[in-house]
């Protein structure tokens, strides 16, 4: 039995005390049923990720990791309430850190590719949106829509790990864009083919925002993966960049995306109230970024230390040890829980966006490197050391890890 822990202190969030129950993990990520796992732990958090360790080629992990312990000072201080009241950073501190206005995404559709079902996805969302007092966005009334990767309504089976990406990319979209509808599309397994066709049938939908929390190694079929699954103009797909730090993920090496790094977020006593720095657990740990090895640059990349596909392009939250409240009760999961990972970065951005309008380039990405002034510049920390420094370390400007930084309101987007 999982139990959590309730801490806010100064707007800062202190994690959920969760057992042991949990998931096996280790490197890049796939679709596999619950198991053991080994924490991993900094700063006194501890977390292990959702999904399995990949083993072959041409298979994606979700980039979702679930806290499951705070500090002993915490806990000693304050105790344990089970899983009652969610910690973690909710709707009104994600819109106040990236200055984001309330209510946004009307009239906006956006969509969710993950794979495998999770049959909870509709009543964990009512849950989540209730507790925040968010409208609510049901089946019934065609707010919310879940189907497979052909846009049926024969669901694919379930996967406890992958059920919890799911509620985690849901719940991000309902706190940045509460009036967006939400389509989550599951892919049938966590291929590349899979998930991309799911992809192809968001936009067939109608979804002009498609987030993607998941990746894997990269290859020299990629640039043939753009054009069969992620070149849609006029469409504004997010790709979360991956959590083992400096390394490249596709599809977040794709040109035709917007490649998500993250951020650790923490109130400050500053104008903005809220910092952020490069999110680093160790050098195997951490947001993606660098270079990649097939992708062509596109033209509105305008670094020189890298002639390809330069990874990340924006960044948002991603530290579990700065995360946020979810709520995901399927596979023994007990409801209000704390994650982190590039996999929340990528929906808030896509909700960013979906707040922002329609888009109206045929490449929203591009519109990031026009507005920087529009954007939290993100100026400190590092994943590792390499070269040029800026693919792996922040400063003023452009860098790997956090891009042109953070959402400052709806300008870049």
């Known amino acids: 039995m999982r139990t959590n822990s309730i801490v ?27 198991g053991a796992a080994t924490p991993a732990s900094h700063s006194g958090t501890s977390w292990v990720r959702s999904c399995a360790v990949v083993r072959t080629a041409g298979e994606m ?18 105790g344990v309430t089970a899983n009652a009241t969610p910690s973690g950073y909710g ?25 495998y079902n999770d049959p909870n996805a509709a009543t964990d969302l009512a849950t989540y949106r209730s507790q925040y007092g968010l409208p609510a966005c049901t089946t019934a009334s065609g707010c919310f829509k879940q189907v497979s990767q052909t846009g049926s309504s024969t669901l694919p089976s ?21 009036e967006a509808h939400i389509i989550l599309v599951e892919a049938k397994s966590a291929t590349t083919a899979n998930l991309g066709t799911a992809v192809n049938e968001a936009v067939k939908l109608g979804a002009k925002f498609v987030s993607n929390s998941y990746g894997g190694s990269e290859s020299s079929s990629d640039p043939s993966y753009d054009s069969s699954y992620y070149n849609h103009p006029g469409v504004a797909i997010t790709v979360s960049a991956g959590d083992d730090g400096y390394g490249v993920e596709y599809p977040a090496a794709s040109q035709y995306v917007t490649a998500v790094g993250g951020t650790s977020l923490s109130t400050a006593s500053n104008a903005r109230g809220w910092t952020e720095s490069v999110w680093s657990t160790s050098s195997t740990e951490g947001t993606g970024s660098g270079c990649s090895a097939y992708d062509a640059k596109p033209t509105w990349q305008k670094d020189t230390g890298c002639s390809k596909r330069t990874v990340s392009d924006v960044s948002a939250v991603a530290d579990p040890a700065t995360g946020v409240a979810v709520y995901d009760n399927y596979g023994g999961d007990p409801g209000w829980e704390v ?31 026009a507005h920087t002034s529009s954007l939290n510049d993100v100026t400190t ?25 953070t959402p400052n309101g709806l300008g870049a987007f």
């Open 8 to 34: 806010m202190s100064r707007g800062r969030i202190v994690f959920p005390l969760i057992g042991t129950a949990a998931l096996a993990v280790s490197g890049l990520l796939a679709a596999a049923p619950a």
């Open 61 to 78: 992990a979700c980039n979702a990791l679930r806290v499951t312990s705070p500090t002993a000072e915490h806990v000693h201080a304050l």
């Open 91 to 115: 709707p009104s501190s994600l819109l106040s850190a990236y200055n984001i206005p309330a209510n946004g995404g009307s009239g906006q559709t956006v969509a969710i590719i993950d794979a």
């Open 158 to 178: 379930a996967n406890a790990g992958w059920a919890e990406e799911e509620s985690l990319d849901i719940d991000m979209v309902s706190a940045i864009a509460p």
């Open 339 to 369: 994650f982190g990972g590039t996999s929340v970065a990528s929906p808030i951005i896509a909700s960013v966006y979906a707040d922002a309008g329609t888009p109206t380039l045929s490449y929203p990405a591009s519109g990031l490197y």
């Open 381 to 405: 920390g590092s994943t590792s050391t390499c070269s040029p420094a800026y693919l792996c370390t922040a400063e003023v400007g452009y860098d790997g890890p956090t891009g042109l930084g």
